[in-house]
Nanobody
Framework: QMQLMESGGGSVQAGGSLRLSCEASGDTMNSYCMGWIRQAPGKEREGVASIDIDGKTTYTEFVKGRFTIAQDNAKNTLYLLMNSLKSEDTALYYC?????????RGQGTQVTVSS
């Protein structure tokens, strides 16, 4: 069974950048349409970005042009490069084997953006 572990979160000022990583074990990531999902306190979870088995990427409109999702199959690792961060990007970010956050997911990594 796949296990996922996120890392790379932290506290940054608005306009800054972070790179999140999601390392998989127990199964190969390229068999799934992997997604990054975030959830802020008091809000519903939101699919941020996904990458399918053909490498096609999709993004929520709120992060298009600022975030990039990528996958390194050799390392079995998913990434989310986040640029031009805004305070509204503050949330717990986690990766999952489905773009809507269902399926197998990790514990998440906290991203806090101060304005």
């Amino acid at each position: 069974q796949m296990q996922l572990m996120e890392s790379g979160g932290g506290s940054v000022q608005a306009g800054g950048s972070l790179r999140l990583s999601c390392e998989a074990s127990g199964d190969t990531m390229n068999s799934y349409c992997m997604g990054w999902i975030r959830q802020a306190p008091g809000k519903e979870r939101e699919g941020v970005a996904s990458i399918d088995i053909d490498g096609k990427t999709t993004y929520t409109e709120f992060v298009k042009g600022r975030f990039t999702i990528a996958q390194d199959n050799a390392k079995n690792t998913l990434y989310l490069l986040m640029n031009s961060l805004k305070s509204e990007d503050t949330a717990l970010y986690y990766c999952a084997t489905r773009p809507d956050g269902s399926g197998t997911r990790g514990q998440g990594t906290q991203v806090t953006v101060s304005s």
